[in-house]
């Protein structure tokens, strides 16, 4: 059974940091296309960062030079590390895979599994 969980959301001051875990299990992370998405309060879901099969990685402008996405073969979980976080990252976090597929991308049709995704608060 296919299956992605993510951790790691929580309470944070703005200006802080938080790292996000996807784990998968039922399957192997190595050839999929990863992305993460947020939702906010009230409004739709948007695409954060992608990793693609090779390695490289995709982030939207809001979030460039502040979030990385990054995969652990070893431990078949991919995260997203969190720096400088603003209110405006409040949002609820999940994680989606693409299987077998090289390229990544933000939009979330792309993708065919999803997490149950993690909280992200970033209040003072």
């Known amino acids: 059974q296919v299956q992605l969980v993510e951790s790691g959301g929580g309470l944070v001051q703005p200006g802080g940091s938080l790292r996000l875990s996807c784990a998968a299990s039922g399957f192997t992370l190595n050839n999929d296309a990863i992305g993460w998405f947020r939702q906010p309060p009230g409004k739709e879901r948007e695409g954060v960062s992608c990793?693609?099969?090779?390695?490289?990685?995709y982030s939207a402008d809001s979030v460039k030079g502040r979030f990385t996405i990054s995969r652990d073969h070893a431990t078949n979980t991919v995260y997203l590390q969190m720096n400088s976080l603003k209110p405006d990252d409040t949002a609820v976090y999940y994680c989606?895979?693409?299987?077998?597929?090289?390229?990544?991308?933000?939009?979330?049709?792309?993708?065919?599994?999803w997490g149950q995704g993690t909280q992200v608060t970033v209040s003072s």
């Open positions: 989606a895979a693409k299987r077998s597929q090289y390229s990544c991308s933000l939009m979330d049709v792309f993708y065919d599994y």
């Open positions: 990793i693609r099969s090779s390695g490289s990685t």
